[in-house]
Structure formats: C-alpha cells, structure tokens
C-alpha cells in the first residue's frame, strides 16, 4: 500500500471487479468485434460493479464515441471501459484524454477477450494500475 495520499484518496493503486462485471465486459466485447466496445464504470470504492451503455454511443473498427449529453448525473460512475480489437492494451493520446473525463479508472480490453489477462486497468492519467477480480459478492 503507497502512502501517498493522492493515490489512497483516488483509489489508484489497486482496483477491484466482480467476477459477473468481468464476464459481461469480455462477452459484449467478443460481441462487438472487429468494432471497438466501450461504457463507463459504476463501483463503489474501489470495487468496480457495473458498465453503464450510454445511449447512442457509437461504436467502430478503431474507436468508440460517447455522446457526453446522454451521460447521467451519476456519482456512483467510476471510470470507463472499451475494447482494442488488437493485442495490445496501450491507452492512445485520445484515450487519455477520454480518461480525464470520465472518473478514476479505466478498463483496456484486448483481443481475444478471454479473461483477466486481456484486461489492462489504467488510472486517469493513463498508468498502468493492479486489477484484481472478486469471485465473492460485495
């Protein structure tokens, strides 16, 4: 655990997701391909719950367009997800600048979307950080 306090108060060095969240996000994923999937996070703390579908949201062969008008007010969003339909998990300039928006915490997933392995968690500034998966309820 860090002592920094910025990274206690932002959660950013270690995140957390239940198993059911983990399943859904690589299933639409596998879905979606060869197109890019993506959502915002809901959690609590630093458990990671849900992905919120923003409605008319697009979603294409390298990108993802989120309509910022159709995002509820919603304290329990956390952060984002979405797919790389490739190998690798690198977060690109515009991901980044998606990341400053959307909360704390960010989900890559790579192809060929099989389990934690082709999940990269990121924090806002786009470093990588430690996800861990529950198989409990919380």
Same mark, same amino acid.
């Given at each position: 655990?860090? !002592? #920094?306090?910025?990274? =206690?108060?932002?959660?950013?060095?270690?995140?957390? $997701?239940? +198993? *059911?969240?983990?399943?859904?996000? =690589?299933?639409? !994923?596998?879905?979606?391909? %060869?197109?890019?999937?993506? &959502? =915002? =996070?809901? &959690?609590?703390? #630093?458990? $990671?719950?849900?992905?919120?579908?923003?409605?008319? !949201?697009?979603?294409?062969?390298?990108?993802?367009?989120? /309509?910022?008008?159709?995002? %509820?007010?919603?304290?329990?969003i956390?952060?984002?997800?979405?797919?790389?339909?490739g190998? @690798?998990?690198? %977060?690109?300039?515009?991901?980044?600048?998606?990341? +400053?928006?959307? &909360?704390?915490?960010?989900?890559?997933?790579?192809? %060929?979307? /099989? &389990?934690?392995?082709d999940?990269?968690?990121? *924090? @806002? #500034?786009?470093?990588?950080?430690?996800?861990?998966?529950?198989?409990?309820?919380?």
């Amino acid at each position: 655990m860090s !002592s #920094d306090p910025q990274k =206690l108060q932002c959660h950013c060095f270690r995140m957390k $997701i239940k +198993k *059911d969240t983990l399943e859904f996000i =690589l299933g639409v !994923s596998k879905k979606f391909h %060869p197109n890019e999937f993506g &959502g =915002l =996070l809901r &959690g609590k703390n #630093d458990i $990671i719950e849900e992905v919120l579908i923003i409605p008319a !949201s697009t979603f294409g062969k390298k990108f993802v367009t989120t /309509r910022f008008d159709m995002i %509820p007010i919603d304290y329990s969003i956390i952060g984002s997800v979405h797919s790389h339909p490739g190998h @690798r998990f690198k %977060p690109s300039n515009a991901d980044i600048r998606f990341f +400053k928006k959307t &909360g704390s915490v960010h989900l890559i997933v790579r192809y %060929p979307y /099989r &389990g934690i392995e082709d999940v990269a968690a990121y *924090d @806002r #500034d786009g470093k990588k950080i430690d996800l861990e998966v529950l198989d409990k309820k919380h």
